[in-house]
């Protein structure tokens, strides 16, 4: 009997040290993770041939690469691709679900997977399956944080899925409840700074850092992109990877958020030196954009049709669309606009605010005032003293009461960057008296930048009364993004 129970419990420890031993974050791994971070795909598999050469059972490596196939559907938008991979990500989901659950890599790894995949559904419509994978990360992130607090790999998903919770509008916050889901802003935030803190004083995280200022950039980009914080950011990266395409990407984000386009077009000099790297087309958009920042068309048109061309996904191509017509209006084509306008109401989709607003632009059969998209693209650069020159010498009469609304609100966003914030305050609320009846975004977005000034200066009422204004408003334009960065607002000022 004694020698059975013995041979039972051998029996049980081996197992056990067995499934424990297909399981390491050794150098290769952590190398790995940031070549796949980087989106430098060839070196990554690479070093993760190299540990299968010399680990074969380590699992680690499944979760490598089904990262780096979610990176690649993600940033090419191909569900084609998505479809091809779908069998081979459930194998190693299952093959992930093995590893002991003591080991808090079980959980996370699995958290971090189902998360993924419900990002990429929600790019392709697939709500349904969505939701229940986004409610099973949650499920696994949550409980893991309750088993191993102090696992900090864990802080960063948990902490992008509760700003994702706190950022849901209020008039789903009954699903939230029925499926008893919790989390904020402030308290995924939170959780990110914790973990970027750990990713620089612990050696044994330090891979970890990228990925984690990668999430904290978006984050203050889309909640409340305040210029200070998003500077130390901008400083935080460019000591943390010069050759990382994904934080140079996210650099360039920045510059532009905050009117620096120069300094954006030099990034770009800078990473379309960078060879080897998975093709993210969007980057093209993007240089277009600067480009047409500076009225620079010639050049524009370039990466507008590169993108175009060799982007697999819907999103950003009305827009794309739309300005090739606004460069066409610039050149003084006004047949050639109409046919890239033809161009957005036939391709792409309407997922996204700019994508939208320049499927309006197609359907309104209005052909824009040409000196408004002037203004708004040399504003949009940083390029103030040019953008406020156009605007001044436009003829007083003659606008209509939108262009004259919108003339109102460029002034104001020019007054606002440049310093002068009482002229703004007053410009802004012109604006809101002009066109609180308008369909378009100029008073919504008057009524937030007006929040932010008094939140800034300290005078709460005031910074609560127009965040409430703004999401009291209904306008066609922008108004998700516009709402969320107002509804981030006021929960900021309860808390």
Not at 275 to 284: A, K, N, Q, S, V
Not at 287 to 293: D, F, I, S
């Amino acid at each position: 009997m004694r020698l059975r129970r013995f041979t039972i419990i051998a029996f049980l420890f081996f197992s056990i040290s067995a499934i424990a031993q297909r399981f390491a974050v050794n150098e290769n791994c952590r190398e790995a993770y940031q070549h796949i971070l980087a989106l430098d795909f060839n070196r990554g598999r690479e070093i993760i041939a190299s540990e299968k050469s010399k680990n074969p059972d380590n699992l680690y490596t499944l979760y490598l690469e089904n990262y780096m196939d979610f990176l690649k559907v993600f940033i090419s938008e191909d569900e084609d691709l998505f479809d091809s991979i779908n069998d081979i990500s459930n194998e190693r989901y299952d093959q992930l679900e093995e590893l002991a659950k003591s080991d808090p890599y079980r959980s996370y790894f699995l958290g971090n997977m189902n998360l993924q995949r419900a990002v990429i559904r929600l790019k392709f419509h697939k709500y349904f399956y969505a939701a229940l994978e986004i409610n099973r990360a949650y499920r696994l992130l949550t409980d893991n944080k309750e088993k191993f607090p102090g696992f900090v790999p864990n802080d960063i998903t948990l902490g992008v899925l509760h700003i994702m919770i706190g950022m849901v509008p209020d008039n789903y916050h009954w699903v939230l409840r029925l499926i008893n889901m919790k989390g904020s802003v402030k308290q995924g935030r939170e959780e990110l700074m914790n973990a970027l803190r750990v990713s620089d004083n612990d050696p044994d995280y330090t891979y970890l850092k990228n990925e984690v200022l990668f999430f904290m950039g978006f984050v203050e980009l889309n909640i409340k992109p305040g210029k200070q914080q998003l500077d130390t950011l901008f400083q935080q990266i460019e000591l943390a990877d010069s050759n990382n395409l994904l934080l140079s990407y996210l650099q360039i984000n920045i510059l532009m958020k905050t009117g620096r386009n120069n300094e954006a077009l030099y990034q770009f000099k800078k990473i379309n030196r960078m060879t080897g790297y998975y093709p993210f087309y969007y980057l093209d958009y993007l240089q277009g954009e600067c480009l047409l920042r500076k009225i620079k068309t010639r050049q524009a048109a370039v990466y507008y049709t590169d993108f175009l061309d060799r982007f697999t996904g819907k999103n950003y191509i009305k827009d794309a669309w739309r300005k090739k017509a606004w460069i066409a209006l610039l050149n003084d084509d006004v047949a050639k606009y109409r046919y890239y306008l033809d161009k957005v109401a036939e391709t792409g989709n309407d997922d996204i605010g700019q994508d939208r607003d320049a499927e309006r632009e197609a359907e309104s059969g209005k052909t824009p005032n040409i000196d408004l998209i002037k203004a708004r693209l040399l504003f949009d650069g940083g390029y103030y003293r040019q953008a406020d020159s156009v605007l001044s010498a436009m003829p007083v009469n003659g606008l209509t009461v939108e262009e004259q609304v919108e003339k109102t609100y460029r002034q104001a966003r020019i007054a606002d960057e440049s310093g002068g914030k009482e002229a703004a305050k007053h410009l802004y609320n012109k604006t809101i008296e002009e066109g609180k009846h308008l369909t378009r975004y100029f008073a919504g977005n008057s009524a937030l930048k007006l929040a932010m000034i008094y939140e800034e200066e300290g005078n709460i009422s005031k910074a609560k009364y127009y965040y409430n204004l703004c999401l009291d408003m209904d306008f066609d334009e922008y108004e998700a993004g516009i709402h969320g960065q107002a509804k981030a607002g006021v929960k900021r000022l309860s808390d």
